[in-house]
């Protein structure tokens, strides 16, 4: 069975940093091109990040650009976000997506910027 | 960044129609495929529609899509109580490098 489950989830301070992985099984991870996307508390999805398959091509929401860095380990099946500088605003619940004719999604975890 | 428009909500009673429009542009919808997701309270959101009208197995055929131009469409047919959920629209925009989701569609089931 296909599957994505996030991890690294937590409370975090203003300015703090985050690593959020992104365990995938069940298919081959490394032909895939994959997602970050977010959502908010009560509010819609937001797209965050791409990576190709073979991390050669990566793009960013403007919001996020700088700040945050997609990567992935094709050996280990698995995405990663590492998010800087971390802001009140980028509060959410944080899902990978696999990039396939459509989104196939994990469970999320949740990121909760707080002072 | 939501730059894909779709009305905030939408209802029926079992049985009937129910259509959700989702409205873009030439750089994102009038250039890509559109895909739909259905989002249960408190789940993750689910693939239900992609290339624009394509439904992934297991998906009801209750669930169609359409593209006409830079808009698409969503429709469901013989509403049912567990249809009742957000929906949202999605697009790669070419001028922003990123994929566009709609702002959402509350659907009621009256």
């Known amino acids: 069975e296909e599957e994505l489950v996030e991890s690294g989830g937590g409370l975090v301070q203003p300015g703090g940093s985050l690593r959020l992985s992104c365990a995938a099984s069940g298919f081959a991870f490394k032909t895939y091109g994959m997602n970050w996307v977010r959502q908010a508390p009560g509010k819609g999805l937001e797209w965050v990040s791409y990576i190709s398959s073979s991390s050669a091509t990566k793009y960013y929401v403007d919001s996020v650009a700088g700040r945050f860095t997609v990567s992935r380990d094709n050996a280990k099946s698995s995405l990663y976000l590492q998010m800087t500088s971390l802001r009140v605003e980028d509060t959410a619940v944080y899902y990978c997506?696999?990039?396939?004719?459509?989104?196939?999604w994990g469970q999320g975890t949740l990121v909760t910027v707080t002072s | 960044q939501s730059v894909l428009t779709q009305p905030p909500s939408a209802s029926g009673t079992p049985g009937q129609r129910v259509t959700i429009s989702c409205s873009g542009s030439?750089?994102?919808?009038?250039?890509?495929?559109v895909s739909w997701y259905q989002q249960l309270p408190g789940t993750a959101p689910k693939l239900l529609i992609y290339?624009?009208?394509l439904r992934p197995s297991g998906v009801p055929d209750r669930f169609s899509g359409s593209k006409s131009g830079t808009s698409a469409s969503l429709a469901v047919s013989g509403l049912q109580s567990e249809d009742e959920a957000d929906y949202y629209c999605a697009a790669w925009d070419d001028s922003l490098n990123g994929y566009v989701f709609g702002t959402g569609t509350k659907v009621t089931v009256l």
């Open positions: 290339t624009n009208s």
């Open positions: 997506a696999r990039d396939s004719l459509g989104f196939t």
């Open positions: 030439s750089s994102n919808i009038g250039s890509n495929a």
